[in-house]
């Protein structure tokens, strides 16, 4: 509020000339036009009070408008890079954090992360609170005396420019690396690499160890949704394409079924599905350690049973491949004048519950049909005479093969149906978060 003083010199408005009464007469004026309005602040004031050469002073009390703070009501939301459900994923935010709200469009509202950056969540999953707190970023973490110090490294990893899947990889981390922690960002860890500067690798792929006086603690969420996708034979590739062929196999070291499964990962992170896309290369494993091509499940298994023990938060479990050499029209679609590789769903009987795995690939099949028919080529059940004969799937209920296509497609047909996947997988998902 402004508040208008006359100067204690009363005398001097009567002792004003000409100019001087003029310019007096001015500062008032804007004074009372401001005062009207709302609109003055302190540097109208003293440019007001200055034309009257302090005949009318004025005191401006700073009054700030209360702001708006955003609070995740789960554990695990996603911060995007603009207002829309496509956009990039820059981290995930949980309860415990309080960010200032910047602006709102829509169903959206953008926060403040930290002094450079900003993004967008979803205003569903937010509480919105006034007063009491700072703009600052809260990290998602619980303190405490016992807290790790280091992370280790279970597997070969990527590890990251920022806190996402989609950021650049600037190094691998081998098994047995352990790094200090700096801090944690959602479920990345900020780790020292000494003279190499710092990077983010993901929590669900590294154990923590060490103990110090600052830290953070692992929180695992428990909402079991994201997704974990993986290749028990990940250099399955394509006949226009591959390099090694010899005997049956059409395999090929760079272009093979993983880039398939990348680009699921991104799909559904584009769409707000939780994914992490495992770059685990099964094949070397098996010729380190002297492993026939049968032992491929087993140490499949090892590597999802590793990911589901560091991450609580993995719900779903899709093993990417591609079908054999068979005719490539029966592994082909046409739908609204683009070519896919048809999927199929492959359950193992061999499975004690395999009941439940059977239930969960025959619906997102019924959805596949509904939107792109004849996509997919239907649930293949499989028992030990046909195959391995679980795949994995007794580690979940939400665990399944899928077959993108054959060996007579190409890459670029897989990825099209990664994203038509991806895009009826992510209406799965809402589908049961609202249920």
Same mark, same amino acid.
Request: glycine share 10%; proline share 3%; aromatic share 8%.
């Given at each position: 509020?402004?508040?208008?003083?006359?100067?204690?010199?009363?005398?001097?408005?009567?002792?004003?000339? =000409?100019?001087?009464?003029?310019?007096?007469?001015? =500062?008032?004026?804007?004074?009372?036009?401001?005062?009207?309005?709302?609109?003055?602040?302190?540097?109208?004031?003293?440019?007001?009070?200055?034309?009257?050469?302090?005949?009318?002073?004025?005191?401006?009390?700073?009054?700030?408008?209360?702001?708006?703070?955003?609070?995740?009501?789960?554990?695990?939301?996603?911060?995007?890079?603009?207002?829309?459900?496509?956009?990039?994923?820059?981290?995930?935010? *949980?309860?415990?954090?309080?960010?200032?709200?910047?602006?709102?469009?829509?169903?959206?509202?953008?926060?403040?992360?930290? /002094?450079?950056?900003?993004?967008?969540?979803?205003?569903?999953?937010?509480?919105?609170?006034?007063? #009491?707190?700072?703009?600052?970023?809260?990290?998602?973490?619980?303190?405490?005396?016992?807290?790790?110090?280091?992370?280790?490294?279970?597997?070969?990893? $990527?590890?990251?420019? %920022?806190?996402?899947?989609? /950021?650049?990889?600037? #190094?691998?981390?081998?098994?047995?690396?352990?790094?200090?922690?700096?801090?944690?960002?959602?479920?990345?860890?900020?780790?020292?690499?000494?003279?190499? #500067?710092?990077?983010?690798?993901?929590? &669900?792929?590294?154990?923590?160890?060490?103990?110090?006086?600052?830290?953070?603690?692992?929180?695992?969420?428990?909402? %079991?949704?994201?997704?974990?996708?993986?290749?028990?034979?990940?250099?399955?590739? &394509?006949? $226009?394409?591959?390099?090694?062929?010899?005997?049956?196999?059409?395999?090929?070291?760079?272009?093979?079924?993983?880039?398939?499964?990348?680009?699921?990962?991104?799909?559904?992170?584009?769409?707000?599905?939780?994914?992490?896309?495992? /770059?685990?290369?099964?094949?070397?494993?098996?010729?380190?350690?002297?492993?026939? @091509?049968?032992?491929?499940?087993?140490?499949?298994?090892?590597?999802?049973?590793?990911?589901?023990?560091?991450?609580?938060?993995? *719900?779903?479990?899709?093993?990417?491949?591609?079908?054999?050499?068979?005719?490539?029209?029966?592994?082909?679609?046409?739908?609204? =004048?683009?070519?896919?590789?048809?999927?199929? @769903?492959?359950? %193992?009987?061999? $499975?004690?519950?395999?009941?439940? $795995?059977?239930?969960?690939?025959?619906?997102?099949?019924?959805?596949?049909?509904?939107?792109?028919?004849?996509?997919?080529?239907?649930?293949?059940?499989?028992?030990?005479?046909? =195959?391995?004969?679980?795949?994995?799937?007794?580690?979940?209920?939400?665990?399944?093969?899928?077959?993108?296509? #054959?060996?007579?497609?190409?890459?670029?047909?897989?990825?099209?149906?990664?994203?038509?996947?991806?895009?009826? @997988?992510?209406?799965?998902?809402?589908?049961?978060?609202?249920?």
């Amino acid at each position: 509020m402004l508040v208008e003083k006359p100067d204690e010199s009363s005398s001097y408005f009567f002792n004003m000339k =000409g100019a001087d009464l003029l310019r007096y007469a001015i =500062g008032s004026a804007v004074i009372s036009a401001c005062l009207l309005l709302g609109t003055t602040g302190p540097s109208i004031a003293q440019a007001a009070s200055s034309q009257s050469k302090s005949g009318a002073a004025v005191k401006t009390a700073d009054v700030k408008a209360s702001k708006t703070y955003a609070q995740s009501t789960v554990d695990r939301l996603n911060v995007r890079t603009s207002p829309k459900l496509t956009a990039s994923v820059i981290q995930m935010i *949980g309860k415990s954090g309080s960010y200032e709200v910047l602006d709102k469009q829509g169903e959206w509202l953008k926060i403040q992360l930290s /002094d450079k950056q900003t993004g967008w969540v979803f205003a569903d999953y937010i509480k919105q609170t006034t007063g #009491g707190t700072t703009g600052n970023v809260i990290p998602a973490v619980v303190k405490t005396s016992n807290e790790p110090a280091v992370v280790k490294i279970t597997d070969v990893t $990527n590890l990251r420019k %920022g806190p996402s899947t989609e /950021d650049e990889i600037v #190094g691998k981390a081998q098994p047995g690396e352990t790094y200090p922690i700096l801090a944690k960002v959602g479920d990345w860890y900020r780790i020292s690499r000494g003279t190499k #500067g710092t990077a983010y690798v993901a929590a &669900w792929v590294v154990s923590t160890g060490g103990t110090g006086t600052s830290g953070t603690k692992t929180v695992t969420a428990t909402s %079991g949704r994201q997704v974990y996708i993986y290749h028990t034979h990940n250099r399955e590739s &394509w006949k $226009n394409v591959a390099t090694q062929t010899k005997g049956s196999s059409i395999d090929d070291p760079k272009v093979n079924i993983t880039l398939v499964g990348d680009r699921l990962g991104t799909a559904l992170q584009k769409r707000g599905v939780s994914a992490f896309t495992a /770059d685990d290369d099964i094949t070397e494993r098996l010729a380190e350690k002297n492993l026939s @091509f049968s032992q491929s499940y087993t140490e499949s298994r090892k590597i999802v049973q590793t990911a589901m023990k560091e991450n609580a938060s993995l *719900g779903y479990f899709f093993d990417i491949h591609r079908d054999g050499d068979v005719p490539r029209k029966q592994t082909t679609v046409t739908v609204g =004048g683009k070519t896919y590789a048809r999927i199929l @769903f492959v359950i %193992g009987m061999g $499975n004690g519950d395999y009941k439940a $795995n059977q239930r969960f690939a025959e619906a997102l099949h019924e959805r596949l049909e509904k939107k792109y028919p004849g996509l997919s080529r239907g649930v293949l059940m499989k028992d030990k005479a046909h =195959g391995d004969g679980e795949y994995n799937q007794s580690l979940s209920p939400n665990s399944m093969l899928l077959e993108f296509g #054959g060996a007579n497609n190409t890459l670029q047909e897989a990825l099209n149906t990664a994203d038509a996947f991806a895009d009826i @997988f992510a209406a799965y998902v809402g589908a049961m978060r609202l249920s």
